[in-house]
């Protein structure tokens, strides 16, 4: 029986394990962490869940091929407990809010109320978004798009080179201007958003509503199930390579070990960086990588708040005008509390999230002080925290009884995790110029060898490390 090695336990990992599994090889995962998911995960602050991934999960529409995808990993299957809430963002501005319902003839109907001036922009928007409904269900946004309707190629086309800073401009009112850049940030290609929310209001971007580490737990379950090995606390430190191939691997500088392939799923640039030579790197991910300007790197900034249900103003995701906060490098001025109720649904108690978008420049500043002072590093972050607490008790009054913060973390807590580079969970930003080729499983001059990772298709996710999973199982021979 021929042997795999996978390096890393998240969800890449652990499907292209049972994927292989299933094709008759043993196969053996070597995690650092002490716990699968990597960043599709949560944990437990005074015994209360946080979630730490998905807001949307691409494949909950039983019809699709990648719920089925889900299905044969064991993730989630027909009986499985899936949320939808009711819109899938709201903004706030100067006393006036509108929400990106599920209903998209009520998102018309309430821009129109709003603005009947921004008509055309607003009917291009809706339709587009429908358009996208239609198809969006089986198709990701890098797959060959020329064989597709003309209705579609038209919006397509209309909002390719269009980011969502310029398709803000296009609005006159000022709500509906924020509404276009307040999830998103605003370099992102304006199709990211219409995409994104496509898929929510179609009904195939549910969440699990055990949330993301019970997913994560679900797919392991899967894994050993079908004979697949697993070790923990085990990080790849060393590749050996002869004639073109990779002879031996070490873990945790000391075991080595050997198989006739092996599979790397963490980021690629703490393998170019670390463990193999630069002359394997393929060519779109070095262009990327010197390319920064267009292709962007993002991460982001968390407080976790525990308060009484009955006192909690939000719901879904809420984003509101604040007094200036200074968070990393950046200073905000407008606040996204996501909630988590539907994880809590036989408590008295919920958790709201701060969710902070962070750029490369809020990274490096957060790293520098982790590296130079753990303590000030520690310090500032839960300042924060308690800075975003007392916005929101200026703001809702009605939460000061009850809430307390549970835990705060920053873009480095993904890289001391994972080895994320820029603290990225979602890899390269897909913006108006962002170029949509994939970067390839295959490095040049290395036979058994095989890349899989978020970083390696545009907008990057949870069903990239599903689809590259099957992928590789029909590629390994
Ligand atoms: C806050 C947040 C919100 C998100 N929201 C969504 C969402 O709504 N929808 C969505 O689709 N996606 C979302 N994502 C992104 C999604 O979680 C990731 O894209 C996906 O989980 C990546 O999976 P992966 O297995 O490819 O990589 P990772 O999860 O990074 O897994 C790589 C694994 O390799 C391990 N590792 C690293 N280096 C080594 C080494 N040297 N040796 C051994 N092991 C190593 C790591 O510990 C990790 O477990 C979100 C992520 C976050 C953090």
């Not at 894994?223 to 031996?248: A, M, P, Q």
Request: charged residues 25%; glycine residues 6%; aromatic residues 14%.
């Amino acid at each position: 029986m021929k042997k795999i090695i996978i390096i890393g336990a998240g969800i890449t990992g652990l499907s292209s394990g049972i994927f292989l599994l299933k094709k008759g090889y043993e196969v053996t995962i070597y995690e650092k962490n002490d716990f699968v998911g990597g960043c599709c995960t949560g944990w437990v602050r005074d015994g209360y869940y946080i979630d730490n991934c998905m807001h949307w999960l691409t494949g909950t529409n039983q019809h699709t091929k990648t719920f089925k995808l889900w299905k044969t990993i064991g993730a989630i299957d027909e009986t499985s407990n899936l949320y939808q809430g009711d819109y899938f963002y709201k903004s706030i501005y100067n006393d006036e809010e509108i929400c990106l319902h599920k209903d998209l003839e009520r998102l018309r109907t309430d821009m129109l109320t709003l603005s009947v001036e921004d008509k055309k922009e607003i009917d291009s928007f809706v339709n587009t978004v429908k358009n996208f409904i239609k198809l969006n269900q089986e198709m990701s946004i890098s797959s060959n798009i020329f064989n597709k309707p003309i209705y579609y190629l038209k919006s397509y086309f209309k909002y390719r080179h269009l980011s969502l800073e310029d398709l803000s401009k296009r609005f006159k009112h000022p709500l509906l201007k924020k509404l276009m850049i307040d999830f998103l940030p605003k370099e992102y290609c304006s199709l990211a958003l219409i995409y994104a929310y496509a898929t929510f209001a179609s009904g195939n971007g549910k969440v699990y509503s055990k949330g993301s580490k019970a997913f994560a737990t679900n797919i392991l379950n899967k894994y050993i199930e079908l004979g697949g090995f697993i070790h923990y606390k085990s990080e790849l430190t060393d590749i050996k390579i002869s004639n073109n191939k990779v002879e031996s691997i070490t873990i945790n500088n000391v075991d080595v070990v050997t198989a006739d392939h092996y599979i790397f799923t963490a980021c690629p640039n703490h393998l170019f960086n670390n463990l193999l030579d630069e002359k394997y790197i393929p060519n779109v991910l070095k262009e990327k990588l010197e390319k920064r300007d267009i292709n962007p790197i993002y991460s982001s900034y968390h407080s976790a708040f525990k308060l009484k249900k009955k006192h909690n103003p939000f719901n879904e995701s809420t984003i509101f005008e604040i007094e200036p906060i200074r968070i990393g490098t950046t200073y905000i001025t407008r606040l996204m509390i996501k909630d988590y109720s539907y994880l809590y649904p036989n408590k008295s108690d919920t958790i709201i999230q701060a969710f902070v978008i962070q750029n490369e420049d809020d990274y490096h500043f957060w790293e520098n002080l982790n590296k130079k002072s753990p303590e000030e590093y520690k310090i500032l972050k839960n300042e924060i925290a308690e800075r975003i607490k007392e916005t929101l008790i200026k703001h809702y009054p009605q939460v000061e009884s009850t809430i307390s913060i549970l835990d705060t973390w920053t873009p480095y807590t993904y890289t001391e995790y994972y080895n994320s580079y820029i603290g990225s969970y979602m890899g390269f930003t897909f913006t108006k110029k962002s170029n949509l080729k994939d970067i390839p499983i295959k490095l040049k001059n290395l036979k058994n060898f095989y890349l899989l990772t978020y970083w390696q298709r545009i907008c990057g996710g949870l069903p990239v490390g599903l689809e590259l999973g099957n992928y590789v199982s029909k590629v390994i021979k």
